[in-house]
């Protein structure tokens, strides 16, 4: 079975534009969770959702969004860029929500700021 | 806000060596999970511990969660190169209908041959 699958691997903007990245979940699994992992530091939350809704957000500012569609895929959309925003985004899938689910991580889209 | 304090953040040893890396709260965690990572790779699990005071052994690997369930190590027996990487904890919060992650930094490890 395929692992969670995140496109594009590498991204290269400039401040001031916007990014939709991209997350397929492990077939079956309904519950999608977004990370930020910057250079030297663990990863950091950003969202959670199941069945199409947010289940959890992480402290980041309204700039960054995210949805869930009927397939369970879902997408991370982050406006305005700036610097800090470099970064590599983490998608993790679980078969449901709730602290007893192991979650699988893809491999992460590179997002470069210039 | 929950933070998870990582020790140490780099460690570079000879292969054959022991080490142990630790990882610590203040915030009591529903269970912690330690990951590997590997550049260019997302994280992967390596083992989940729930309660307090338990060990679990994974090969040359040792899990230990704390009985107050807020810090946790992991200690490595005779270190081989294809050890080398980043280890992550992760503390869990949530519920039933939410799980999110809380990790430390990070300690880079590397074995030499």
């Known amino acids: 079975d395929a692992g969670v699958t995140q496109s594009p691997t590498h991204l290269i903007k400039t401040r001031g534009q916007h990014v939709t990245l991209r997350c397929s979940p492990i077939?079956?699994?309904?519950?999608v969770s977004w990370y930020q992992q910057v250079l030297g530091q663990g990863p950091q939350f950003i969202f959670q959702y199941y069945e199409k809704e947010e289940r959890g957000r992480g402290n980041f500012p309204d700039r960054f969004s995210a949805r869930q569609f009927p397939n369970y895929s879902s997408e991370l959309n982050v406006n305005a860029l700036l610097l800090g925003d470099s970064a590599l985004y983490l998608c993790?899938?679980?078969?449901?929500?709730?602290?007893?689910?192991?979650?699988?991580f893809g491999d992460g889209t590179r997002l470069s700021i210039l | 806000t929950q933070l998870l304090e990582q020790s140490p953040q780099f460690l570079s040893i000879q292969e054959g060596e022991n080490l142990t890396v630790y990882c610590n709260s203040s915030?009591?965690?529903?269970?912690l999970q330690w990951y590997r990572q590997e550049p260019g790779e997302g994280p992967v699990l390596l083992v989940t511990v729930v309660t307090g005071g338990e060990v679990k052994k994974l090969k040359r690997l040792t899990f230990q969660f704390g009985d107050a369930r807020k810090d946790s190590s992991l200690h490595i027996t005779a270190a081989q190169p294809g050890d080398t990487g980043l280890y992550l904890c992760a503390g869990v919060t949530g519920g039933t209908s939410y799980g999110k992650l809380t990790f430390g930094q990070g300690t880079i490890l590397t074995v030499h041959p």
């Open positions: 993790a899938s679980s078969l449901w929500t709730g602290t007893n689910q192991p979650q699988h």
């Open positions: 077939s079956g699994h309904k519950s």
């Open positions: 915030s009591v965690f529903s269970s």
